[in-house]
């Protein structure tokens, strides 16, 4: 998967990326040898959504390889997304069925 941020400063952001006809249950990404941060966060008709934390450059692309496996991402964080939430040591923001923001609790 490659990712490109057009800001004039480096940035870590979450990345969605959906793919279809993986066979294996989930799904890893490395960037320069090192797993990210990541989880399947849909499964749906053959669909697999995957979300990942990218640290990106200013004005600069990355490439994450995206990797089918038999065992879950080993990068241990505290950030938990569902379909509709995300929840952190801080923080539980909830989403609405339009994607809007409707809480945000300590």
């Given at each position: 998967?490659?990712?490109?941020?057009?800001?004039?400063?480096?940035?870590?952001?979450?990345?969605?990326?959906?793919?279809?006809?993986?066979?294996?249950?989930?799904?890893?990404?490395?960037?320069?040898?090192k797993e990210v941060p990541s989880q399947i966060i849909s499964d749906k008709n053959g669909k697999?959504?995957?979300?990942?934390?990218?640290?990106?450059?200013?004005?600069?692309?990355?490439?994450?390889?995206?990797?089918?496996?038999?065992?879950?991402c080993g990068v241990k964080t505290s950030l938990k997304i569902g379909e509709t939430s995300m929840?952190?040591?801080?923080?539980?923001?909830?989403?609405?069925?339009?994607?809007?923001?409707?809480?945000?609790?300590?």
């Amino acid at each position: 998967v490659t990712v490109f941020n057009n800001l004039e400063f480096e940035r870590k952001g979450a990345v969605k990326a959906e793919f279809d006809g993986i066979k294996s249950k989930y799904l890893r990404v490395y960037a320069g040898g090192k797993e990210v941060p990541s989880q399947i966060i849909s499964d749906k008709n053959g669909k697999k959504t995957l979300l990942f934390i990218a640290d990106m450059p200013s004005m600069g692309v990355k490439v994450f390889d995206v990797r089918e496996s038999d065992i879950p991402c080993g990068v241990k964080t505290s950030l938990k997304i569902g379909e509709t939430s995300m929840e952190n040591q801080r923080y539980i923001v909830t989403l609405n069925k339009s994607g809007n923001i409707s809480s945000i609790a300590r």
